[in-house]
């Protein structure tokens, strides 16, 4: 299994109250993602980060921000938290920016805004 | 803009049965194609890919075949089993206008897959 953690595994927080997840990987892979997974929405991507410093905004950023200040660390902030935001967030790696290369895929962490 | 659509589910099989799963895709441009698998409590891992038209992509007795004509991309396999229950997901990446895709998906919604004995 590629070695990506992710942290914490489940979190229930208050509305309005800011959240940061983390995603940890150990492959040295360039590329990083963070989906959300929502029933009937399959998954979409949130932000992603193509080098240290370096990202942009995918599908669903609205709400969201990301940094990465090292090459194994992406972490996904919900400045404030809405119930909108309740979901399960995947963190994904790839090493490779060409269409035709897999992606793995960390176990995600569930988060409940109450 | 890239779109996937998937057969409508649950689906729900006798051990052994044959399996369809229906993917159809809308993208700019020239699209890699992957099935990922999710078993419970898990993340996704890939199944199958194919990257251009007429590949066939296979793995574990799935196999799915890019069909460009048709814009599909349907998940098969022949007799399934009870460990095959899980969630499958078609998923798309394209390039953009300077030839970089980023490695970024676009899924479709899922289809939940149950095997009985």
């Known amino acids: 299994d590629a070695g990506i953690t992710q942290s914490p595994r489940h979190k229930v927080t208050e509305t309005g109250t800011p959240v940061t997840l983390r995603c940890h990987q150990t492959e040295n892979h360039r590329y990083m993602y963070w989906y959300r997974q929502d029933p009937g929405h399959g998954l979409r991507l949130i932000h992603y980060?193509?080098?240290?410093?370096?990202?942009d905004k995918g599908e669903v950023s609205d709400g969201y921000s990301v940094s990465r200040s090292k090459t194994e660390d992406f972490l996904l902030t919900l400045e404030s938290a809405t119930s909108s935001q309740t979901s399960v967030y995947f963190c994904a790696i790839s090493d490779v920016g060409s269409g035709n290369t897999e992606a793995f895929f960390g176990q995600g962490t569930r988060l409940t805004v109450v | 803009g890239n779109s996937v659509t998937q057969m409508e589910g649950p689906v729900t099989l006798s051990e052994e049965a044959f399996l369809t799963i229906n993917c159809t895709y809308t993208?700019?441009?020239?699209?890699?194609l992957f099935w990922y698998v999710q078993y419970p409590g898990e993340g996704l891992q890939l199944l199958l890919k194919?990257?251009?038209?007429?590949d066939k992509g296979s793995n574990k007795g799935f196999e799915a075949t890019y069909r460009k004509e048709t814009t599909s991309f349907h998940l098969e396999k022949g007799s399934v089993q009870v460990s095959d229950s899980a969630v499958y997901f078609c998923?798309?990446?394209?390039?953009?206008?300077?030839?970089?895709?980023?490695?970024?998906?676009?899924f479709g919604q899922g289809t939940i897959l149950t095997v009985h004995p």
């Open positions: 980060s193509y080098g240290v410093k370096d990202t």
């Open positions: 998923a798309l990446s394209v390039g953009d206008a300077g030839g970089t895709s980023y490695g970024k998906l676009t």
């Open positions: 993208a700019t441009g020239y699209p890699s």
């Open positions: 194919a990257t251009k038209a007429d």
